[in-house]
């Protein structure tokens, strides 16, 4: 007797309709018109420089009623310097009568028994921790949490953010910018007498600057929750603004940065050079002009720009921000440059300056990053958010076959390894 749900490999050039019609009702934001669709089924399916996607259906009864799909997108990623075939999870989605375990279970399961079959090394995915236990149970491991981080940009944005919150989340939002600034202004300090300003004793009561600092936040927040247009709110925001404006060009200028930048809507041959020399992770995935073109490019229904760090003598590209732009925040979706040390930080120091040139009040990105890494990130001005409510948090899960090589499945089960970019976990 035929199971309740089952799934099989199919070839998506011979369902085309019935798989846009999965991903308009299950996948798409919103409205969409059947011509964008069309489009991106195209894209999805036919344009990928390193193979087309493969797909399993899923089936309910022993009428094989269509309930659902879920494919993996062929993508080559460098371990330890070897190129491998991956396969990214995408395009999953089930009808909503049938959003049980079980159907979501039975296409997962023999997407992963067939993943090695159908021409890849291993997959990886990015789900949300709700749907985490359905790729588990198919054997799926987590690697790493995925994190939210913000740069603001303008004083003026976090103010009226500020004023539209709880008096707790304010509280909150000003303790933590408060005892950040008083830990770098500690460490910066190598006094002893002058330290002991800005730090305390643990259970002590606050250092005397810090409570000074804190008792002057809470009370230009509460002036900006009654009347954001005061005058002292205003100067606050802009003595802010001014600040970390001056902070990013002192950064750079002890950096030594010697480099000039361009916006660009696709990538060139300069790109091609970047990728050939620099492959500066344990593991890495292909950033030929290629594949950025048809990743960012090619499809249109959202205006990515290419931000390009080049060293002011030669013209070469040293690094790139692939970003868009939605309610005047800024959101980057990918990142890459010569090495993760200096030319990282001055990459996004030198795109925050540009973003603010522009009159954008923040940066955000979403990324999986050693936890090591963290740290860099907030020194270069960036806070950690909680994912919205409605997503939760996301996860990235890989899947290995157990024939896989011991040497490469120690890299990547290890965080340690891995630094993806949220245009790599997903399309």
Request: positive net charge; contains cysteine; glycine residues 6%.
């Amino acid at each position: 007797m035929e199971k309740v749900y089952s799934a099989a490999r199919i070839q998506p050039e011979e369902h085309r309709d019935v798989l846009a019609q999965l991903w308009k009702e299950n996948l798409a934001h919103g409205e969409v018109s059947q011509e964008l669709v069309e489009r991106r089924m195209r894209w999805f399916q036919e344009q990928n420089p390193a193979g087309p996607p493969r797909t399993w259906m899923g089936f309910h009864g022993p009428e094989r009623e269509i309930i659902g799909s879920g494919s993996f997108y062929p993508r080559d990623l460098y371990v330890d310097g070897r190129k491998l075939k991956a396969g990214v999870l995408g395009d999953f989605g089930v009808t909503k009568a049938h959003r049980i375990a079980g159907a979501a279970m039975s296409i997962q399961r023999e997407l992963a028994r067939g993943c090695r079959d159908a021409g890849v090394d291993f997959v990886f995915g990015f789900p949300n921790k709700a749907s985490f236990p359905i790729f588990q149970r198919a054997g799926y491991k987590k690697i790493a949490d995925s994190v939210i981080w913000v740069r603001p940009l303008m004083a003026a944005y976090k103010l009226n953010e500020l004023a539209a919150s709880s008096a707790g989340e304010q509280r909150s939002t000003v303790s933590t910018v408060v005892q950040r600034v008083a830990e770098r202004a500690a460490s910066a300090v190598p006094h002893p007498r002058w330290r002991a300003l800005w730090e305390a004793e643990p259970g002590a009561a606050p250092a005397p600057l810090t409570q000074a600092l804190s008792t002057a936040a809470e009370r230009v927040v509460q002036r900006a929750t009654v009347k954001p247009d005061n005058l002292l709110v205003r100067a606050a925001g802009s003595a802010i603004d001014a600040s970390m404006a001056l902070r990013d060009t002192a950064a750079l200028l002890a950096k030594g940065s010697r480099v000039r930048t361009e916006l660009v809507d696709d990538a060139d041959h300069r790109f091609d050079a970047l990728w050939s020399r620099a492959k500066p992770w344990p593991i890495v995935g292909e950033r030929s002009a290629q594949f950025l073109n048809w990743r960012y490019a090619q499809l249109g229904n959202t205006r990515y720009r290419f931000f390009c760090m080049l060293d002011r003598h030669d013209g070469r590209l040293l690094g790139y921000a692939v970003y868009s732009v939605r309610n005047n925040k800024v959101e980057i979706s990918d990142l890459f440059c010569e090495d993760n040390g200096p030319t990282f930080d001055a990459l996004l120091l030198e795109f925050c300056q540009a973003m603010r040139r522009e009159g954008h009040v923040s940066v955000g990105m979403l990324l999986v990053t050693p936890p090591s890494f963290s740290a860099r990130l907030r020194a270069l001005g960036f806070f950690s958010r909680p994912h919205p409510p409605n997503v939760g948090s996301r996860w990235l899960i890989v899947h290995l076959d157990p024939a896989f090589p011991d040497e490469l499945r120690r890299v990547l089960l290890d965080a340690e390894s891995w630094f993806m970019t949220d245009g790599e976990l997903d399309v």
